[in-house]
């Protein structure tokens, strides 16, 4: 997986300091930005930047919880960027993650629902 500071995708979040891409990272927690109002972004590039800051370093690994994860945007983005295979265990509105930083090609083994993200988004927009 590149470095984010030069991945080519509306996904990834890469404007913000250079020393946060290649920080080896014990727990990332993803809650922001807003996504339950027209008009607001949502999680989906902030699961997508940590997925990819998790297995670009590959030090460990890194704890990801994701906040409002019952809602249908951000538990699809996980199921694809975070993959179900890590999904260690929920809360009412959190899902923790436990991912293996390190090389990838993939996010997940299996790929998941990606296109009815995509769908559901346009959707809301």
């Given at each position: 997986?590149?470095?984010?500071?030069?991945?080519?995708?509306?996904?990834?979040?890469?404007?913000?300091?250079?020393?946060?891409?290649?920080?080896?990272?014990?727990?990332?927690?993803?809650?922001?930005?807003?996504?339950?109002?027209?008009?607001?972004?949502?999680?989906?590039?902030?699961?997508?930047?940590?997925?990819?800051?998790?297995r670009s370093v590959g030090r460990g690994n890194v704890d990801v919880l994701?906040?409002?994860?019952?809602?249908?945007?951000?538990?699809?983005?996980?199921?694809?960027?975070?993959?179900?295979?890590?999904?260690?265990?929920?809360?009412?509105?959190?899902?923790?993650?436990?991912?293996?930083?390190?090389?990838?090609?993939?996010?997940?083994?299996?790929?998941?629902?990606?296109?009815?993200?995509?769908?559901?988004?346009?959707?809301?927009?």
């Open positions: 997986m590149q470095n984010l500071l030069f991945f080519d995708c509306r996904l990834a979040i890469n404007d913000q300091p250079n020393r946060l891409y290649d920080m080896a990272w014990d727990v990332i927690v993803v809650d922001g930005l807003r996504g339950y109002a027209k008009g607001e972004p949502g999680r989906m590039s902030a699961i997508f930047t940590a997925a990819v800051m998790v994701v906040h409002d994860y019952e809602r249908t945007v951000e538990k699809l983005c996980s199921k694809e960027f975070l993959c179900p295979q890590n999904l260690v265990s929920t809360t009412r509105s959190l899902g923790h993650f436990l991912i293996r930083s390190g090389p990838t090609e993939d996010f997940c083994a299996n790929k998941t629902e990606l296109p009815i993200v995509i769908k559901v988004v346009i959707q809301i927009a």
